[in-house]
């Protein structure tokens, strides 16, 4: 996500090629304690920074690289003057001082130091009691062009030692808050799919992780989970971010919607009362054909005829997928289904669906996140956004993609060499595009063709 107020972005990469700093030492910085925060941009989630606030970290963290960054002969703000005045060496200390980003002037001794070198870090004075010149001068002196070209000279700095908590993160915050607890798929140890949901990658992925020597070995009953949040935290600090930012999307984990014990029952189907109003209106005592079902609920009749060969998927005793009602037994060549039981799976298996057909507004897994209208997301947002408010885990990227080619969702706000600003990458779309769509679907998608 692309926060609404950020401005002019850039990569690592522009960083290193702004500051002439080697890339090895960027990533460094971006372990230090409050260097800007970072997003994922582009097809290949290429993290990008506000180019404004790593100017301005660098200026009060960095100075000497900062200096490196400006398009100025004077990027310290050293007082004009004439290049022939005459300075002392506590004056030239004071504007060392300053370009090292201190607010006390540096040592004379320094200085002096610096003069008595072999070579000399610091050119000597220009003028010296007694030189015959005018004007007569009491003390060494140097020119201000000359004081000028040794404060604005090209340096080398040292490596500042990170705080022991930022040398595991990888795009720390200026406002550091401590990490947001995951919300585990279920009780208990864990599988290679519930890792994969966890950290929103692939289950070969997954799979790839427990296979690595130093990952925590599993248990009869799956691996520890506290072990496991651990090791990426360690290993896959990239994962490990976009984890910390789905959980911290409202502020807390997420909710797991099937965390249940995994040693209790399966549930059995709850008949419900026949319901009033509009409902009944639509005949709820009648058996429903594939038609009927489409004609009842406002979707699709390719969809409803997925939805009929729905099969159950169970996990251990847990009940994963419901299976869609079995049809009744009739003289009928045309197959039907009990309008009850019907309406039972819909509306514990496609809530939105359910609301759209009773008119009792959108039915969200968890609650949307808070955030400016105007932020952007990209297609990794959008299919966290969508699939934890809709299934209460995020959907993958591809699909997003795929209801994006086919017009099922609303096409991209913003798209790469637009023209516009905050510069993009890839499709991302306006939080408010993202969430009005969120409450307003009711199946299969309906947009027209892009114009």
């Not at 404004?52 to 990027?75: C, F, I, T, Y």
């Not at 604005?152 to 607890?181: F, G, L, Y």
């Not at 004609?295 to 998927?313: D, Q």
Request: hydrophobic share 35%; with cysteine; aromatic share 8%.
């Amino acid at each position: 996500m692309i926060p609404a107020d950020a401005g002019e972005l850039v990569t690592t990469h522009d960083i290193a090629e702004k500051y002439k700093a080697p890339e090895k030492t960027v990533m460094y910085w971006t372990a230090l304690p409050g260097f800007p925060e970072a997003w994922p941009s582009g097809p290949g989630r290429t993290l990008v920074r506000d180019a404004m606030l790593v100017d301005k970290w660098l200026k009060e963290n960095l100075p000497v690289h900062w200096a490196r960054g400006q398009d100025s002969d004077n990027p310290h703000g050293l007082p004009s003057g004439r290049p022939e005045d005459l300075v002392t060496l506590s004056d030239i200390c004071a504007w060392e001082g300053k370009a090292l980003g201190r607010t006390e002037p540096v040592p004379e001794v320094t200085l002096r130091s610096y003069m008595s070198k072999k070579p000399p870090k610091m050119p000597g004075p220009d003028r010296v009691p007694g030189d015959g010149k005018e004007p007569e001068v009491t003390g060494r002196r140097w020119f201000r062009k000359t004081a000028y070209e040794f404060v604005n000279r090209p340096r080398r700095m040292r490596r500042q030692k990170p705080v022991e908590t930022a040398a595991t993160e990888q795009t720390p915050a200026a406002d550091r808050t401590p990490p947001v607890p995951l919300s585990l798929p279920r009780p208990g140890n864990l599988g290679i799919r519930e890792i994969a949901t966890m950290f929103g990658v692939s289950g070969p992925t997954a799979r790839d992780w427990t296979r690595v020597d130093d990952f925590p070995a599993a248990g009869d009953d799956g691996y520890d989970p506290a072990k496991v949040v651990e090791w990426v935290r360690v290993n896959r600090k990239r994962s490990w971010t976009a984890a910390q930012r789905r959980a911290g999307l409202t502020g807390r984990a997420w909710p797991s919607v099937q965390a249940t014990d995994s040693s209790a029952k399966a549930p059995e189907p709850q008949a419900e009362a026949p319901p009033t109003g509009k409902t009944a209106s639509r005949g709820w005592q009648e058996a429903l054909t594939v038609t009927k079902i489409s004609e009842r609920y406002g979707v699709p009749l390719s969809t409803i005829r997925r939805w009929t060969k729905t099969k159950e998927k169970r996990e251990g005793r847990t009940v994963l997928r419901a299976a869609f009602p079995a049809p009744l037994d009739n003289d009928s060549a045309e197959v039907v289904f009990p309008p009850g039981d019907v309406d039972n799976w819909v509306r514990q298996n496609r809530p939105h669906v359910w609301a759209a057909y009773t008119g009792s507004g959108p039915v969200l897994v968890n609650p949307l996140p808070e955030g400016d209208p105007l932020d952007l997301l990209d297609s990794q947002d959008f299919a966290e956004l969508l699939g934890m408010t809709t299934r209460g885990e995020p959907l993958l990227r591809s699909t997003i993609a795929a209801y994006h080619g086919r017009g099922q969702i609303p096409f991209a706000d913003r798209t790469s060499g637009d023209g516009k600003k905050p510069e993009v990458f890839s499709d991302h779309w306006y939080r408010r595009t993202v969430e009005r769509f969120i409450l307003s679907r009711r199946g299969s998608g309906w947009f027209s063709e892009k114009t």
